[in-house]
Structures are given as structure tokens and as C-alpha cells.
């Protein structure tokens, strides 16, 4: 349970720093509207907010699951 909750919250921070990357990427050459920087910045909070709910879930739903 304990180490649940450590490689979540550890997976979590590298989550966050990997975040902080993909927000400064620029593509040399617009070739799509939206531009190659949304997809890893939404799959990266994804990975984020489940990191923060295993993290810190209650323990009666913890040990249900």
C-alpha cells in the first residue's frame, strides 16, 4: 500500500517535470493548427491527476480496490 503510493507520487513529480519541458516545445514548422505541443501537455496532466488520486486517495477506498 505504502509503496503504491510512493512510485505514484514519485511518477507524479517526473510527470511534472516532463510538463514543465513540453510546455517550452515550438515545432520549427507549423504544419498543423493546433501544433505539436497539446497532445503531450494533455497526456501529461492526465498522467498527473491519476498520479494525485492514487496518491491521495482514502484508505478505506485503498484497500476496497
Same mark, same amino acid.
Do not use: H, N
Given at each position: 500500500? @505504502?509503496?503504491?503510493?510512493? $512510485? ?6 517526473? @510527470? ?20 505539436? !505541443? ?10 498527473? @491527476? ?5 496518491? $491521495? !486517495? ?5 484497500? $476496497?480496490?
Amino acid at each position: 500500500m @505504502s509503496a503504491e503510493r510512493i $512510485f505514484s507520487g514519485t511518477l507524479g513529480l517526473v @510527470s511534472l517535470g516532463l510538463l514543465y519541458l513540453a510546455w517550452g516545445y515550438v515545432a520549427p514548422i507549423a504544419y498543423d493548427p493546433l501544433g505539436p !505541443r497539446p497532445y503531450p501537455v494533455l497526456l501529461l496532466l492526465l498522467l498527473i @491527476s491519476c498520479c494525485l488520486y492514487l496518491t $491521495f !486517495r482514502p484508505q478505506k477506498l485503498a484497500e $476496497f480496490i
